[in-house]
């Protein structure tokens, strides 16, 4: 039941049907450093860097959503001077793509609660999105400072409050108004989720939306993941048979 978009049985990136959405957990990159006697920050920079050559590859392929997970609602905890450095990459990132903004067909959208990021990250977020929600290309969400379980609660609050305006009853609350309220509404549920870096765990990525993702986990840190790493994960995606609960 492999995912072919014509009559053949090899698997190969231009053979296989892709997935309409996929998310990735950009994970691994203080390992990364840590092998190389270099401090994390080193290794947040070599994956943005990486950040950078996936997505491009991601739009060149086709893909039609890409969601990548840059920042957790957990990663507060982490120290003052990795925060810091984090903080300034996605400055750079985002002063990046407003440069490049004249020949670039990508969508950029932020999916998290932007509002606890600096007024001057804020203001580039938004020109970001401003400037780029015309475009046809890619859809890009950026997930920062995103929690599936905070999105979920955001969502519950957004409900309650119509409630209790008395716009809806308690009836009226049924899945596709959930999905209708969280920072993806409108757009597809992510068909494929790559965690490198070895983990088995969602660390609270896209909760509601992953109900049915195929996972795939790979054994390579994020700076060291490559376009045939991700050619890879499309692959065993094609392979995978989704019954979503039928048989
Ligand atoms: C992912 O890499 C980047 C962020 C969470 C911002 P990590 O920093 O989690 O790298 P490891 O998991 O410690 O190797
Ligand atoms: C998940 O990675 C968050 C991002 C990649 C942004 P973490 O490194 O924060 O997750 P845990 O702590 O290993 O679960
Ligand atoms: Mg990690």
């Not at 072919?4 to 049985?9: E, G, I, L, R, S």
């Not at 190969?12 to 996929?22: K, R």
């Not at 932007?114 to 997930?143: C, H, P, W």
Request: net charge neutral; hydrophobic share 35%; glycine share 6%.
């Amino acid at each position: 039941m492999a995912l072919f978009k014509k009559n053949t049985t090899a698997y190969s990136i231009d053979n296989i049907i892709l997935p309409e959405h996929v998310g990735i957990i950009m994970d691994g990159n203080g390992r990364w450093a840590k092998k190389r006697g270099l401090p994390r920050s080193a290794g947040h920079s070599a994956g943005a860097n990486n950040f950078r050559k996936i997505i491009r590859y991601c739009s060149d392929i086709g893909i039609k959503y890409l969601t990548m997970y840059a920042f957790s609602t957990e990663n507060w905890k982490r120290p003052n001077d990795e925060v810091t450095a984090l903080m300034k990459l996605f400055k750079q990132y985002l002063e990046e793509a407003l440069r490049d903004f004249q020949d670039d067909t990508i969508k950029l959208r932020f999916i998290g609660d932007i509002t606890a990021f600096s007024k001057e990250i804020q203001d580039l977020m938004y020109e970001a999105v401003e400037g780029s929600k015309n475009r046809d290309g890619m859809v890009l969400n950026l997930a920062m400072n995103y929690g599936g379980r905070d999105e979920i609660v955001m969502a519950t609050k957004t409900i309650a409050q119509k409630l209790k305006n008395g716009e809806i009853t308690a009836e009226d609350i049924d899945e596709k108004m959930i999905s209708d309220n969280i920072y993806t509404a409108g757009q597809p549920d992510p068909d494929l989720i790559i965690r490198p870096s070895g983990e088995y765990r969602t660390s609270n990525f896209l909760l509601w939306q992953s109900a049915y993702s195929e996972y795939v986990i790979m054994d390579k840190l994020w700076p060291d993941f490559t376009k045939e790493d991700m050619n890879y994960a499309l692959i065993e995606y094609a392979k995978r048979n989704r019954r979503f609960g039928g048989v």
